[in-house]
């Protein structure tokens, strides 16, 4: 046993210490990282030292820099396109052949939402636009994957770019790849969720 009075404030300070170090190290992990290539057993935090004075050891890789020494370069509207459409495509190849009808309600909404709030005022304002041209189709997933095939190709008129096949568009955005279709929705269950 120590004398020093102060050792249960040094304790304390320790234990806080290495608290911070498994939970910051979560957030100081750039998302586009993947997490096998994690290494922050050298992240050191101070817990009585400002944030920025992380120190970093020989082996810490790059996705883990603390945000301030690492190149952050803002997404493009390109990237933000690309990857709302990934999840968009998904989401509609993912879509039950017979949605219920909170299922169909979800879908609208979704839209109708992303109108709304999608982070680019100008594809928002375009967005509203050829919704309200071209209602959410909903009935099935075919209905539904060709009616966002159809309004993605709007916006790709709009743009310059060529229009993609409809027809193509199940063999470009199939089913997702999950094990024993874990990621298959259930159509049976009507499940009413309140915010
Ligand atoms: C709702 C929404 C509105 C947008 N509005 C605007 C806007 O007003 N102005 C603007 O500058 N940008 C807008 N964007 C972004 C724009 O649509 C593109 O995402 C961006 O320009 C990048 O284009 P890209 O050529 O890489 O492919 P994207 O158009 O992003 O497409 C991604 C991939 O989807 C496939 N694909 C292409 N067309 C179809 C289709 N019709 N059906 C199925 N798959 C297809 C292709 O394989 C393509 O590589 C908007 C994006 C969204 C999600």
Redesign the pocket.
Known sequence: MSDNPLTPLINTFTSISRSLQTHLSRFLIAPDCATNDLTVSSLTINPLQPFSSVSLGADTPVGALPIKEKEVKPLT??EL??A???L??SIAAQYPDQPTRQQRRDAKELMAI?SRM?P?K??QD??KEILKANPVQAGSREEFSQW??HV??V??R??G?LI?P?QR?NA??GKLDCKDRSCDLDSTSEIDIKF
């Open positions: 509207k390109e396109g690309r709302t459409w990934t968009l495509h992303l999608y680019c100008e594809c375009h967005f966002l095939c993605h190709n916006v790709n709009s743009l770019k993609f409809c568009v470009r955005w």
